[in-house]
């Protein structure tokens, strides 16, 4: 790692992405906030002879052309400072505190989606995965196998002589780690995404007691023919190098994009949105939990309050509000409409809600959406959902 300094900062607020899709450059794009105004930042890519070929970087001008192709941040405000006779460093101290705001707040908006899918770290994550075999009890490689549309994958690994297995679930993710997906049910559970899981593991537990043969079966093809055995309850097969290196060259190449221009592909991100509910109507709330009335959004409030207090919140520190009342030609009315939680955790100085979802299924009926109100950052007057 670099020694921090202002040049380091610079660099890291100027980091280079990769080009958008079906974006036409150069194009011209808004300064960062805590610089200058006046000022415009155009995005333009590498060339093709470049060893960062298909990346794009960022110059600033004026906009009334008096300037142009100035290389950072730092010189920009130090162009606009020795004009005005402002201080300078001042100045970038101030741009430098706002860029550290951004980057947390995107921070926490990440670590919020991560746990949404049930991704989470530390005492946490444990504390997940011991509720979850409390309630389901401990997942095996047999069982998983036994799910249902997923695809158990053996490995073997010449370097060490052991097998390491796979799960891909019918979305395409893949799971190495059991304790992995135990964490994920588990969330999933308690945010009432996962009504399914209690019938799920209850039959592949059944089945397992009956075909574990076929799971150990699979480990042992995949030692002898010394390379990948890929099976499902029905059906079952050796895979060559030729198919396993195929496979990785498809599975990097939808990593990179390169396939979005296939109408069929499916993003890893667009799984991932569609695994929390990206979509305008989002989970369905019928009744009082539809918001549809004043009456019903006094009633949420009690609901949701006395649930939160039950799973053992501060009944003295839970602080709700409520959207309500948004014009119904909002594409995402009722997606964003709701009651929110004030959560103890918050990035920057403003606090974040997050929304509350009514689950009849999930734990003392209450789950979480991953919709939040935040104070914004392109407009610092006013909140945004």
Same mark, same amino acid.
């Given at each position: 790692?670099?020694?921090?300094?202002? $040049?380091?900062r610079?660099?890291?607020?100027?980091?280079?992405?990769?080009?958008?899709? &079906?974006?036409?450059?150069?194009?011209?794009?808004?300064?960062?906030?805590?610089?200058?105004?006046? /000022?415009?930042?155009?995005?333009?890519?590498?060339?093709?002879?470049?060893?960062t070929?298909?990346?794009?970087?960022?110059?600033?001008?004026?906009?009334?052309?008096?300037?142009?192709?100035v290389?950072?941040?730092?010189?920009?405000?130090?162009?606009?400072?020795?004009?005005?006779?402002?201080?300078?460093?001042?100045?970038?101290?101030?741009?430098?505190? #706002?860029?550290?705001?951004?980057?947390?707040?995107?921070?926490?908006?990440?670590?919020?989606?991560?746990?949404?899918?049930?991704?989470?770290?530390?005492?946490?994550?444990?504390a997940?995965?011991?509720?979850?075999?409390?309630?389901?009890?401990? #997942?095996?490689?047999?069982?998983?196998?036994?799910?249902?549309?997923?695809?158990t994958?053996?490995?073997y690994?010449?370097e060490?002589?052991?097998?390491?297995?796979?799960?891909?679930?019918?979305?395409?993710?893949?799971?190495?780690l #059991?304790?992995?997906?135990?964490?994920?049910?588990?969330?999933?559970?308690?945010?009432?995404?996962?009504?399914?899981?209690?019938?799920?593991?209850?039959?592949?537990? $059944?089945?397992?007691?009956?075909?574990?043969?076929?799971?150990?079966e699979?480990?042992?093809?995949?030692?002898?023919a010394?390379?990948?055995?890929?099976?499902?309850?029905?059906?079952?097969?050796?895979?060559?190098?030729?198919?396993?290196?195929?496979?990785?060259?498809?599975r990097?190449a939808?990593v990179?994009?390169?396939?979005?221009?296939?109408?069929?592909?499916?993003?890893?991100?667009?799984?991932?949105?569609?695994?929390?509910?990206?979509n305008?109507?989002?989970?369905?709330?019928? &009744?009082?939990?539809?918001l549809?009335?004043?009456?019903d959004? $006094?009633?949420?409030?009690?609901?949701?309050?006395?649930? #939160?207090?039950?799973?053992?919140?501060?009944?003295?520190?839970?602080?709700?509000?409520?959207?309500?009342?948004?014009?119904?030609?909002?594409?995402?009315?009722?997606?964003?409409?709701?009651?929110?939680?004030r959560?103890p955790?918050?990035?920057?100085?403003?606090?974040?809600?997050?929304?509350?979802?009514?689950?009849?299924?999930?734990?003392?009926?209450?789950?979480?959406?991953?919709?939040?109100?935040? /104070?914004?950052?392109?407009?610092?007057?006013? /909140?945004?959902?």
């Open positions: 790692p670099r020694a921090a300094g202002d $040049a380091g610079t660099s890291a607020a100027m980091a280079k992405t990769w080009a958008e899709e &079906g974006v036409e450059y150069p194009r011209d794009v808004p300064v960062l906030p805590g610089m200058p105004e006046g /000022w415009k930042g155009i995005e333009r890519l590498y060339g093709p002879t470049s060893k070929a298909g990346q794009v970087y960022t110059r600033y001008s004026t906009i009334d052309g008096r300037h142009k192709h290389c950072s941040p730092k010189q920009v405000i130090t162009i606009h400072c020795n004009e005005t006779g402002g201080n300078a460093e001042a100045m970038f101290a101030e741009y430098m505190r #706002l860029q550290k705001e951004r980057h947390d707040a995107e921070a926490e908006e990440r670590r919020a989606e991560r746990e949404a899918r049930g991704k989470l770290e530390g005492e946490r994550r444990e997940a995965i011991a509720r979850f075999r409390e309630r389901f009890g401990t #997942l095996t490689g047999p069982i998983v196998f036994n799910f249902p549309k997923w695809v994958r053996f490995y690994q010449v060490c002589d052991q097998i390491r297995v796979e799960y891909i679930d019918p979305e395409g993710l893949c799971w190495y #059991l304790k992995d997906l135990e964490c994920s049910f588990q969330a999933r559970s308690e945010n009432g995404q996962a009504d399914y899981l209690p019938e799920l593991i209850a039959k592949a537990r $059944a089945a397992a007691e009956t075909n574990q043969h076929k799971f150990t699979g480990k042992q093809k995949a030692r002898e010394s390379g990948t055995y890929e099976c499902t309850p029905e059906r079952e097969g050796l895979m060559d190098q030729e198919e396993v290196q195929k496979l990785k060259e498809e990097a939808k990179k994009g390169m396939h979005m221009k296939d109408e069929n592909f499916v993003s890893k991100r667009q799984r991932l949105a569609y695994s929390i509910g990206m305008p109507e989002g989970h369905p709330q019928t &009744g009082w939990a539809a549809e009335s004043r009456e959004v $006094a009633t949420a409030f009690a609901h949701f309050r006395g649930a #939160l207090i039950r799973r053992g919140f501060d009944g003295s520190t839970v602080e709700l509000i409520a959207l309500h009342g948004i014009s119904t030609e909002r594409v995402y009315r009722r997606r964003v409409s709701g009651i929110y939680y959560m955790q918050v990035g920057g100085e403003q606090p974040w809600y997050q929304k509350l979802l009514h689950s009849p299924k999930a734990v003392h009926e209450v789950g979480c959406d991953g919709i939040y109100v935040t /104070w914004s950052r392109l407009q610092p007057t006013s /909140w945004t959902a």
